[in-house]
């Protein structure tokens, strides 16, 4: 079946450090892929999403490629800043009929925590 | 912007209490939302799939006595979560699906963190 798997975190970096929290997919067709972002106490926010092979979502400075090839959507930022300490998940739609989306698929999630 | 509320943000209650959560979309119509569990630094599990005008879709392992869901309109979905237990402890966080937008994704609320004593 589908799935999603996220390198395990915690990942503790330090303000200015460059990001990249992998990601990689299992799945039939063509699905969408998405990052989301939970913040402390908080519901999920989108952050980036991209819905064909080699779209690159890109949002607040974060980035991520589509890969089919290597069936990877790797979240990358260059310089973080505290305000970015959260859980990341990757997800992807196990349905795309004519560009619809069915329910998500999400990853384990992979903590995050910036130091100044 | 699309914006899902969910009500309560927090309850906590005694075993055996049933428990209401709402999940309405306040600037679009859904005719499908979701509804997931988290348990502590664990991801998202997908519980049902709500669907207005017709029967939730459970997912295997969800009891769907347990777990009452109701899409009464395009705007309002409820989980009732019956007889709560220790067990039944979680983070529940809903999402919605604008209709007729197929290319946009899915818009969660902030989610419900229910206490069972």
């Known amino acids: 079946g589908n799935s999603v798997t996220q390198m395990e975190g915690p990942v503790t970096l330090s303000e200015e450090a460059f990001l990249t929290i992998n990601c990689t997919y299992t799945?039939?067709?063509?699905?969408?892929l998405f990052w989301y972002v939970q913040y402390p106490g908080e519901g999920l926010q989108l952050l980036l999403k991209?819905?064909?092979?080699?779209d690159k979502g890109s949002n607040k400075g974060f980035e991520a490629t589509y890969r089919k090839e290597t069936t990877s959507f790797h979240l990358e930022k260059g310089s973080v800043q505290v305000s970015d300490s959260a859980v990341y998940f990757c997800?992807?739609?196990?349905?795309?009929?004519?560009?619809?989306?069915?329910?998500?698929?999400f990853g384990k999630g992979t903590k995050l925590s910036v130091k100044p | 912007g699309a914006v899902v509320s969910q009500h309560p943000s927090w309850v906590i209650c005694k075993s055996g209490t049933s428990v209401k959560i709402e999940c309405r979309s306040l600037?679009?119509?859904?005719?499908?939302m979701f509804w997931y569990r988290q348990f502590p630094k664990q991801s998202l599990m997908l519980m049902a799939t709500?669907?207005?005008?017709?029967?939730?879709?459970?997912e295997q392992g969800v009891e769907k006595d347990k777990f009452l869901i109701n899409h009464a309109s395009l705007t309002l979905s409820t989980l009732t979560v019956t007889s709560a237990h220790p067990e039944d402890s979680s983070f529940y966080i809903c999402?919605?699906?604008?209709?007729?937008?197929?290319?946009?994704?899915?818009?969660f609320g902030d989610g419900t963190r229910l206490s069972i004593l």
């Open positions: 997800a992807l739609s196990d349905q795309n009929y004519g560009g619809s989306q069915g329910n998500l698929i």
């Open positions: 799945a039939t067709g063509y699905p969408s």
């Open positions: 999402s919605a699906w604008p209709a007729g937008r197929v290319s946009q994704p899915q818009h």
């Open positions: 600037d679009f119509q859904a005719t499908t």
């Open positions: 991209a819905t064909k092979a080699d």
């Open positions: 709500s669907n207005e005008g017709s029967k939730a879709t459970y």
